[in-house]
């Protein structure tokens, strides 16, 4: 049997690992029979030494296939597809995209995640929904696919079980950050749902893990490659994230501005990263020949209400009374005969005449997470009634006096400080041609080679 200790130094020494010592990595922090200290060092030594692309593509291969891989009927052949984002402020799209993908024909098992840090999560926001169950079994997932089309979920417990173990302790060994573990981890998730096609959102900016575009474009080209070594087409958005996607950050209220939006009155930068995401998934599955094509499609499955339907019988699926999914599908609804308002709501007000050049995403989520819609360690519950929603858009002329920002918030009370670290986020001045806000989200794209 190999020896960890000489896998270990291996790595340390700036050695490239061979598959088969990769394999018994795996297979030892699988089976647990490694030690915790042994996994911590390895994990160091990689963070340190780094991995080449091809230690990357057997690292994930063999994550991926220390639990279940899914396997589905051979009719739904190229139409499996999912998306993966590297989370952002009023990051909603997956709650969207997935039904309007689902109305297109397509097959969505989104298992998606929760919020952590400043970021929120898909399962955190479809929990403000009374009765949504984000845990399913492999076989529920498959029997909503088959009758709806897409589901979200929590990951299943038999799914990639070695990245349940590295991922623990990547928190406590400060090895989060490197490139070849989070491209296993995000990949062979997304490979064990045995993906026809997967499209990642990796954003940039001040409210993104990457600050900036080059170092979002190494981590896509990264993603990009190791899923396509995986057999999945993969291709990448990026993203800019410095403000919120859409007016709504918090769960219930993001929620209801997915409603909206699968109503026909979304918001033009959430649109915009639906559409091209979505767009990019059709024409990497073959279904059109050009992103502009599908991005048309994407649009009129939502604005069309076919995107709806399928959310509203999605909703029923994963346990939300038909009564209360009906209501919240229709047209003039009280969104709040359903999910929970925040006891109290203020408005603030700008400081001054001007116009908006800036609003931190940032700034508002890190005080919206402290007052309870996000979390501080995994297991935490959050407050969905808790978030904000802009009354301003970026550009728009405003007098002194003008409310802003409309908060939302349970007690105790946000203090002065935290009033005013939300005040900081709008920033009102001229237009240069250097501020000059861009409403253009999508950057760039990655397509398989
Ligand atoms: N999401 C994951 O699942 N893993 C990572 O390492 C980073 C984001």
């Known amino acids: ?38 996994t911590g060092a390895m994990l160091m030594a990689i ?45 909603k799209v997956s709650l969207v995209l997935a039904p309007a993908l689902a109305a297109c024909g397509y097959k969505v098992p989104m298992i998606s995640g929760r919020g952590l840090a400043h970021t929120g999560g898909t399962l955190d926001k479809l929990e403000s929904i009374p009765g949504f169950n984000i845990q399913q079994s492999t076989d529920q997932i498959k029997n909503i696919l088959d009758s709806v ?57 001040r409210a993104a893990l990457y600050k900036d575009l080059d170092s979002a474009r190494e981590l896509a080209q990264l993603l990009v490659k190791v ?17 919120t996607i859409g007016r709504c950050v918090g769960n219930s209220l993001e929620v209801i501005e997915c409603l909206e939006t ?52 999605m909703m029923e699926k994963q346990g939300v009374d038909s009564e209360a999914a009906r209501a919240l599908c229709s047209t003039d609804t009280d969104y709040y005969s359903i999910l929970r308002k925040s006891k109290h709501q203020i408005k603030l007000e700008t400081p001054a005449d ?41 550009g728009q002329k405003v007098q002194k006096g003008a409310s802003w920002l409309e908060l939302h918030y349970e007690d105790p009370a946000p203090t002065a400080d935290q009033i005013s670290r939300l005040q900081s986020a709008l920033t009102l001045g001229t237009h240069t041609q250097q501020n000059t ?13």
């Open 437 to 449: 806000p861009t409403h253009t989200v999508v950057k760039e794209l990655l397509l398989p080679q």
């Open 1 to 38: 049997m190999l020896s960890i200790p000489d896998l270990i130094k291996k790595k340390r020494d700036g050695g490239a690992l061979s598959d088969e010592e990769i394999k018994a990595f795996i297979q030892r922090v699988t089976d647990k029979t490694i030690q915790d200290c042994q």
């Open 47 to 91: 963070w340190q030494k780094g991995m080449t692309d091809k230690e990357i593509v057997t690292l994930t291969k063999e994550m991926m296939s220390s639990g279940e891989v899914m396997s589905w009927p051979k009719e739904w052949a190229g139409l499996v597809v999912d998306k993966h984002s590297t989370g952002g402020v009023g990051d």
């Open 262 to 313: 699968l109503k026909g009155k979304g918001p033009d930068d959430l649109m915009e990263l639906v559409t091209t995401l979505g767009g990019l998934l059709l024409k990497m599955t073959g279904s059109v020949s050009d992103l502009s094509e599908g991005k048309k499609k994407i649009s009129d499955a939502v604005i069309g209400g076919a995107a709806l339907s399928k959310f509203q019988a």
């Open 354 to 394: 001007g116009e908006v050049v800036d609003v931190d995403g940032m700034m508002l989520a890190e005080v919206l997470h402290k007052l309870g819609a996000g979390r501080s360690k995994s297991g935490e519950s959050v407050n969905h009634s808790v978030g904000a929603k802009l009354l301003v858009s970026l």
């Open 149 to 205: 089309g897409c589901c979200i979920v929590g990951q299943t417990e038999t799914l990639v079980p070695a990245d349940r173990v590295l991922y623990g302790m990547r928190d406590v060994t400060s090895t989060v950050n490197s490139l070849p573990l989070i491209a296993g981890s995000i990949i062979s998730k997304k490979g064990a749902e045995s993906l026809s096609a997967l499209v990642l959102d990796v954003k940039f900016g």
């Open 227 to 243: 899923g396509n070594s995986l057999g999945m087409r993969t291709g990448a958005a990026l993203s800019s994230m410095d403000g």
